[in-house]
């Protein structure tokens, strides 16, 4: 099995990345995986959006072999382009406030207010493990993930946060 680009035949799976399901006859993502429970490969399935953020380079092969149009297909390309960039994006979940402040940051160890904004970021594990989220102060993310299309991705997955709150990225978390 190749990875593709296909139209779902139900509005059963689930996105592999933001955990909605996919609308039938809607354009999705199938990467091939090796199935862990036996032989042969199964199909992770994302929304297109979410490959572009997840899997850049597989969702950019994808596109070259699919010959039907694509909606929004400029706006995939540019999501692809500013992952291939900068690598470590497709680590980056989304922002929000942080509901206690337990957390540590894993730039600066330090605590993460409750309240202060934060970057959530996933660890993929290996197959039999499950992927964990750690968090990053806003303004630690540019030094942890590196600052190319950072600013972009956080406006694209964090709906909530103001351009105002990401200026503040530019300054240390501890004044």
Avoid at 38 to 45: K, L, N, P
Avoid at 121 to 138: F, G, K, N, P
Avoid at 139 to 144: E, G, K, M, N
Wanted: glycine share 6%; proline share 5%.
């Amino acid at each position: 099995m190749a990875d593709l680009i296909e139209r779902a035949s139900t509005g059963r799976a689930k996105c592999r990345r933001c955990g909605e399901k996919i609308d039938k006859d809607a354009l999705r993502f199938g990467e091939s995986v090796q199935n862990p429970f036996g032989e042969g490969d199964t199909m992770h399935w994302f929304h297109l959006s979410c490959a572009a953020e997840k899997r850049p380079q597989k969702l950019r092969d994808a596109l070259e072999a699919h010959t039907d149009d694509v909606p929004e297909r400029a706006e995939l390309e540019r999501t692809i382009e500013a992952g291939l960039k900068n690598p470590k994006l497709v680590l980056v979940k989304h922002a929000e406030r942080a509901p206690t402040g337990r957390a540590s940051c894993q730039e600066c160890h330090e605590k993460i207010d409750k309240g202060a904004w934060r970057v959530a970021i996933e660890r993929e594990a290996d197959v039999a493990a499950m992927a964990t989220t750690s968090y990053l102060h806003l303004a630690c993310a540019p030094s942890y993930l590196g600052a190319e299309g950072l600013t972009e991705k956080l406006q694209r997955t964090s709906p909530g946060l103001e351009s105002t709150e990401l200026a503040f990225a530019q300054r240390s978390p501890i004044e």
